[in-house]
């Protein structure tokens, strides 16, 4: 069984250098670049998707993201908005811990 968390709403910038479009999302530290801006987007939203999986990975994911400002759903829902947000979707696909744990026991690596 496969769990998936979609983080919706978060605050990026984005910034015009040369040929390229950097996309940052100040609130959580991470930034990417693309060509277009699009692109930029898209890369962003991977970085990010990457990042929280480490976080998770490591046992931080829940500070991480209350550090960063980030709340449950129902306490968001109460919070205003402060900032001018683009949405974007950030997948974060997260295996049941009993399917990672007979996935690790099967591999032989």
């Known amino acids: 069984m496969q769990v998936k968390?979609?983080?919706?709403?978060?605050?990026?910038?984005i910034k015009k250098r040369k040929n390229w479009?950097?996309?940052?999302?100040?609130d959580l530290d991470v930034s990417s670049q693309g060509e277009t801006?699009?692109?930029?987007?898209q890369n962003l939203g991977e970085a990010?998707?990457?990042?929280?999986?480490?976080?998770?990975?490591?046992?931080t994911l829940e500070d991480v993201l209350q550090e960063c400002g980030y709340h449950s759903e129902s306490r968001a829902k109460n919070s205003p908005k402060k900032v001018e947000t683009i949405d974007i979707s950030v997948p974060?696909?997260?295996?049941?811990?009993?399917?990672?744990?007979?996935?690790?026991?099967?591999?032989?690596a």
């Open 5 to 13: 968390i979609v983080i919706d709403k978060i605050p990026i910038k």
């Open 21 to 26: 479009f950097l996309a940052t999302s100040p």
């Open 37 to 41: 801006k699009e692109k930029a987007i």
């Open 48 to 59: 990010i998707s990457l990042f929280l999986i480490t976080c998770f990975e490591v046992g």
């Open 92 to 108: 974060i696909p997260f295996l049941n811990y009993q399917e990672q744990k007979n996935h690790l026991e099967e591999c032989h």
